[in-house]
């Protein structure tokens, strides 16, 4: 998709379509930035995300959104992209299955190359590290770790000096605060998506169902996915 250009700085936002992503996007928005906002078809169960990311774009007026293709099933390595089941346990000794390796560093990776081409000032990505599934990339360390290579790849960086940040806004916020921002944004979750299982609706009992419905509680607040407090 293509809105009109206009003045405002531009930031790329990496997009899922779920609740964390979409947060994001409104922020950057609200920031005053003009989205570029990117996308992935990873070989992810859930593709239905991509519907919601759509919608999320728009509903933020993106400059444009792309989606770009990339195989990681191929690699194998994780349920999410069909090896092995989706666990729906609740919390597990360690990293679970879900997590798909080298997922995060190879979409900043794209969104460094995307944001150096369309001249945006910032990538916002919706990582956290206080209520998550223990995810490695997740953390301010892998980020830390990350920026330094993206300068040190970056042809701007390394003619210029101009670094483009990794924003990582909700680092430091549980699910719970970060619905509440989202409400305070005026996010419409009804646009979202988390469900693993990807159906037509959510399956309610895989960690990010589990995860959405404990921050919407907490928040004190209806998932209008649901249409009722979880």
Same mark, same amino acid.
């Given at each position: 998709?293509?809105?009109?250009?206009?003045?405002?700085?531009?930031?790329?936002?990496?997009?899922?379509?779920?609740?964390?992503?979409?947060?994001?996007?409104?922020?950057?928005?609200?920031?005053?930035?003009?989205?570029?906002?990117?996308?992935?078809?990873?070989?992810?169960?859930?593709?239905?995300?991509?519907?919601?990311?759509? %919608?999320?774009?728009? %509903?933020?007026?993106?400059?444009?959104?792309?989606?770009?293709?990339?195989?990681?099933?191929?690699?194998?390595?994780?349920?999410?992209?069909?090896?092995?089941?989706?666990?729906?346990?609740?919390?597990? #000794?360690?990293?679970?299955?879900?997590?798909?390796?080298?997922?995060?560093?190879?979409?900043?990776?794209?969104?460094?190359?995307?944001?150096? @081409?369309?001249?945006?000032?910032?990538?916002?990505?919706? @990582?956290?590290?206080? #209520?998550?599934?223990?995810?490695?990339?997740?953390?301010?360390?892998?980020?830390?770790?990350?920026?330094?290579?993206?300068?040190?790849?970056?042809?701007?960086?390394?003619?210029?000096?101009?670094?483009?940040?990794?924003?990582?806004?909700?680092?430091?916020?549980?699910?719970?605060?970060?619905?509440?921002?989202?409400?305070?944004?005026?996010?419409?979750?009804?646009?979202?998506?988390?469900?693993?299982?990807?159906?037509?609706?959510?399956?309610? @009992?895989?960690?990010?169902?589990?995860?959405? %419905?404990?921050?919407?509680?907490? %928040?004190?607040?209806?998932?209008?996915?649901?249409?009722?407090?979880?």
């Amino acid at each position: 998709m293509q809105a009109q250009a206009n003045e405002r700085p531009g930031a790329v936002v990496l997009l899922s379509g779920g609740l964390d992503s979409t947060t994001v996007a409104y922020l950057a928005r609200a920031s005053g930035y003009a989205i570029y906002a990117l996308s992935f078809d990873y070989g992810q169960r859930h593709r239905r995300e991509l519907d919601a990311a759509a %919608a999320v774009a728009r %509903a933020v007026e993106a400059v444009d959104h792309r989606v770009v293709r990339i195989d990681l099933a191929g690699i194998g390595g994780s349920s999410l992209t069909g090896h092995g089941e989706i666990p729906t346990g609740g919390v597990t #000794d360690g990293i679970p299955s879900t997590w798909v390796p080298a997922r995060n560093h190879i979409f900043l990776a794209v969104a460094s190359g995307y944001a150096e @081409v369309v001249g945006a000032r910032a990538i916002y990505i919706g @990582v956290s590290q206080v #209520d998550y599934s223990g995810y490695p990339d997740c953390r301010a360390e892998f980020l830390e770790a990350y920026q330094r290579a993206a300068d040190l790849a970056s042809k701007q960086f390394v003619e210029e000096g101009r670094s483009i940040p990794v924003v990582a806004p909700l680092l430091h916020l549980s699910k719970a605060g970060t619905v509440r921002l989202g409400l305070a944004l005026g996010v419409d979750y009804g646009l979202t998506w988390s469900c693993y299982q990807g159906g037509e609706s959510p399956c309610g @009992v895989c960690d990010s169902c589990r995860l959405r %419905a404990e921050a919407f509680a907490a %928040a004190g607040a209806v998932d209008p996915l649901v249409g009722r407090p979880r």
